[in-house]
């Protein structure tokens, strides 16, 4: 089986949620349980890209006599066959987005992407890199390895947020190099001096406690005004956050060609929730 990676780098704030919750947060985005990481399950990605294939849908007669819709021949092969007269499942495995760098702010250089020895290691394990890139390490304490830009050189220290970091080394290159290229989006393509390596329960407290929260309302269908007492908060991953996700291919008699060139046609990608209030619109790349 044969798998790619498809990034997607957030242009705005991001919100997949898991439901409504009982705390502070009415809307909390999806996490994993352990790490506490943002990510896009897996079942969200196949729904919003076999939405690219949604003007091909084909009219067929079921078995009621009636007149539906269902899915064109390609995207059934990719994504499964939602007609219950004829159910098949998809011949690509989408596996969850899961976090890779997160955008902090920063008190030189204005944010910072950062990221952990997990989180390289797990995109170092899933893109199948060699040994010529290894996982760096890091010092006890409240250390870290930055790129220059973020960086205040006569105390040798990063600030993020409220925190300041020790700065033990350099940012790698080769992993800055290989993140920058991640996606086709130019603030990722040049923030190869933005870089900074935490270790990873710091990595864990800044993607739980630094995205942001947006206040909302509910509409009132009939007034077309805000309802009354519906006022909700929303948590959403910010801008400039690179996840990937595994895309596996489960049938070696399958051609995956038009697959990959619709996706490479349809660079930015809308996920999650609030689509008509400019959130979740992401950049998206197969590599």
């Not at 909390?28 to 352990?34: D, G, I, K, N, T």
């Not at 995207?75 to 890779?100: H, T, V």
Request: proline share 4%.
């Amino acid at each position: 089986m044969n798998t790619k990676l498809l990034t997607i780098f957030t242009r705005t704030p991001l919100h997949v949620g898991c439901g409504s919750s009982v705390g502070a947060v009415d809307q909390p985005v999806a996490r994993e349980r352990h790490t506490r990481f943002p990510i896009i399950p897996g079942s969200a990605i196949k729904g919003v890209l076999a939405d690219l294939w949604e003007d091909e849908k084909e009219e067929k007669t079921n078995k009621k006599g009636e007149k539906v819709l269902v899915r064109c021949k390609d995207a059934r092969i990719y994504f499964g066959s939602d007609d219950m007269d004829d159910a098949e499942s998809g011949k690509i495995a989408f596996g969850e987005a899961r976090l890779l760098a997160f955008p902090v702010r920063s008190a030189k250089g204005c944010f910072a992407f950062i990221t952990s020895p997990l989180s390289l290691e797990r995109y170092k394990r899933d893109a199948g890199l060699g040994d010529d890139f290894k996982i760096p390490e890091l010092k006890d304490g409240q250390t870290c390895l930055a790129g220059s830009e973020v960086t205040f050189t006569d105390r040798k220290a990063v600030v993020l947020e409220e925190y300041r970091f020790e700065k033990t080394g350099d940012f790698p290159a080769d992993w800055a190099e290989k993140l920058c290229a991640l996606a086709d989006d130019a603030v990722l393509n040049g923030g190869k001096d933005r870089f900074v390596l935490v270790h990873d329960e710091d990595m864990s407290f800044f993607a739980e406690n630094a995205c942001q929260i947006s206040q909302h309302v509910s509409i009132d269908s009939k007034t077309g005004a805000a309802a009354e007492g519906k006022l909700f908060n929303q948590e959403e991953v910010p801008s400039e956050t690179l996840f990937y996700a595994p895309l596996t291919e489960l049938s070696a008699k399958v051609n995956y060609k038009p697959f990959m060139d619709r996706i490479g046609t349809s660079p930015l990608v809308q996920f999650g929730g609030k689509g008509t209030s400019g959130i979740g619109y992401c950049s998206v790349k197969l590599v």
